[in-house]
């Protein structure tokens, strides 16, 4: 499988939470070799609630709806995500839990990295597992500044 979808969509998404890596075209040749594509269909979970694994998902194709189990009425829905977007990077740094659900709204394609293969990378090219962390950490703090101002606890 060819890198050129996702590479084209992370460059295209145009959000304020879009991960927004540094690489080269090359880079993502060699980050591919990290990851695995995933096919999700509609109305698959890919992230559940409560669950603890440490996988951040790029998004190649699709779209997918992020939200809580047991939310106030109306309040369940957090945010959809497009093609470009990364989903559960905060997973991937953290032994906590999944704190929200990831449910595939259309027929979606992802590329997974795992935390065992991102520190394999880092071992092998620490400059590119580097600028992932980064570029991660970035999206994190993005999307940790719309929780606070919309009076959603982080702690």
């Not at 998404?13 to 040749?29: G, H």
């Not at 440490?54 to 109306?74: C, I, N, W």
């Not at 953290?94 to 990831?102: E, I, L, T, W, Y």
Request: glycine letters at 6%; one cysteine or more; aromatic letters at 6%.
């Amino acid at each position: 499988m060819d890198i050129q979808e996702l590479f084209d969509a992370v460059h295209s998404l145009n959000t304020e939470d879009a991960f927004k890596p540094r690489l080269s075209f090359e880079q993502w040749r060699i980050l591919q070799s990290y990851l695995t594509r995933h096919e999700v269909r509609a109305g698959d979970l890919l992230l559940k609630q409560g669950e603890r694994d440490h996988t951040m998902y790029l998004v190649e194709r699709g779209t997918l709806q992020v939200f809580v189990s047991d939310a106030k009425p109306g309040a369940s829905r957090l945010s959809i995500l497009r093609a470009g977007s990364v989903v559960g990077e905060a997973g991937m740094f953290s032994d906590q839990p999944r704190m929200a659900n990831v449910e595939a709204m259309t027929p979606c394609v992802v590329w997974a990295l795992r935390g065992p293969r991102l520190e394999e990378l880092s071992a092998r090219n620490a400059p590119l597992a580097l600028e992932v962390i980064r570029a991660s950490a970035a999206v994190m703090g993005v999307r940790m500044r719309a929780n606070i101002e919309h009076g959603q606890a982080v702690s």
